[in-house]
């Protein structure tokens, strides 16, 4: 089974803080996405990244950053944490099939990470 | 602008009646539609793809629609079961410099009661 880990359940951290969240998918996937999720909007994406060292910006980049230096770990930083990121945070990946370099289509999320900034 | 509409209203209905949600699109033409289930406190897991070329897809209790001059989608769970009641999401896979990019709605809540 596919299986996409984020590292922590639930996190609480300040105002300022430098905030690191991070998901390992171990299917070889190519593509990797951060999703937030608030009560009432939704998921909205923050950054995808198709690639090793690759990355794209999603609807909400603001006051994000992300790494992708192996193809199975994907990172989103916040850098200095604020009240209004206080949020689930999901990790999803998908692979690309080789035929039409088309993704597949089924995201895989890991189980989320739920952010609260003080 | 673009939008992706799912009711916010919770839906209720009786365990073995039919469940139908929708998912109204404007100002895009995806790819492919899918729905997602999405329990409290946990990720998403995906249910079922249809692409713009197809009409209907089935799997088990479930059946999709999409019905790209409409722009809408139906998900029905027939025989519903209290073990069904969650947050179903759609996403449009929108393309995006040679990625597709799924997009979601925001998910109707089903509440099957016994």
């Known amino acids: 089974d596919v299986k996409v880990t984020q590292s922590s359940r639930y996190l609480v951290k300040r105002t300022g803080e430098k905030v690191f969240l991070e998901c390992v998918q171990d299917m070889d996937h190519e593509n990797m996405f951060w999703y937030r999720q608030d009560p009432g909007l939704g998921l909205r994406l923050i950054y995808f990244s198709y690639d090793v060292k690759m990355k794209e910006k999603g609807d909400i980049p603001e006051g994000y950053s992300v790494s992708r230096e192996k193809k199975e770990r994907f990172s989103l930083i916040l850098e200095s944490a604020s009240t209004n990121q206080t949020s689930m945070y999901l990790c999803?990946?998908?692979?690309?099939?080789?035929?039409?370099?088309?993704?597949?289509?089924?995201?895989?999320f890991g189980e989320g990470s739920r952010l609260t900034v003080l | 602008s673009q939008k992706i509409e799912q009711n916010s209203e919770a839906l209720n209905i009786q365990e073995g009646k039919t469940a139908t949600l929708t998912c109204n699109y404007t100002?895009?033409?995806?790819?492919?539609l899918q729905w997602y289930r999405q329990d409290p406190g946990r990720g998403p897991v995906f249910l079922l793809l249809i692409r713009e070329n197809e009409k209907e897809k089935r799997k088990e209790r479930l059946k999709v629609t999409f019905d790209t001059t409409l722009k809408q989608s139906l998900f029905h769970i027939t025989a519903s079961q209290p073990a069904d009641s969650a947050t179903y999401l759609c996403a449009l896979a929108l393309s995006s410099g040679g990625s597709y990019i799924p997009t979601f709605g925001r998910g109707t809540s089903l509440i099957v009661h016994p």
């Open positions: 999803a990946s998908t692979p690309t099939v080789i035929r039409d370099l088309t993704p597949a289509g089924e995201l895989f």
């Open positions: 100002n895009y033409s995806p790819a492919y």
